[in-house]
């Protein structure tokens, strides 16, 4: 497999083999993936606890009877509304 780099990426690679930390430049590289991937995995365990916590606050509310019903035409302005934020 060959990868491009720009000259800033391949200076960082050099200094860390010459800094005798890894052996070549594949080791660097490897551990910059295994290091993206657990990062990935950690940012998406942060957002599902989030998640989580959201939804054990509307549990919580519907136990107690805090939200309202909306009908059809309400949701639809609201999605409406939800739409023209984004864009």
Same mark, same amino acid.
């Given at each position: 497999m %060959? #990868? *491009?780099l =720009?000259a /800033?990426?391949e200076?960082? #690679?050099k200094?860390?083999?010459? *800094?005798?930390?890894? %052996? %070549?430049?594949s080791?660097v590289? @490897?551990?910059? +993936?295994r290091?993206?991937? =657990?990062? &990935?995995e +950690?940012v998406?365990? #942060?957002k599902?606890?989030?998640?989580k ?5 509307a &549990?919580h !509310?519907?136990? /107690?009877n @805090?939200y309202q =019903? +909306? !009908? $059809?035409?309400?949701i639809? =302005?609201?999605? !409406?509304? #939800? $739409?023209?934020?984004? +864009?």
């Amino acid at each position: 497999m %060959n #990868i *491009s780099l =720009t000259a /800033e990426f391949e200076q960082i #690679i050099k200094n860390k083999v010459e *800094s005798g930390l890894y %052996n %070549n430049a594949s080791e660097v590289v @490897r551990e910059a +993936l295994r290091f993206m991937q =657990t990062n &990935e995995e +950690l940012v998406y365990q #942060i957002k599902l606890d989030k998640l989580k916590a959201k939804l054990a606050v509307a &549990e919580h !509310d519907m136990a /107690e009877n @805090r939200y309202q =019903t +909306l !009908d $059809k035409e309400k949701i639809e =302005t609201l999605f !409406d509304t #939800i $739409k023209q934020r984004a +864009l």
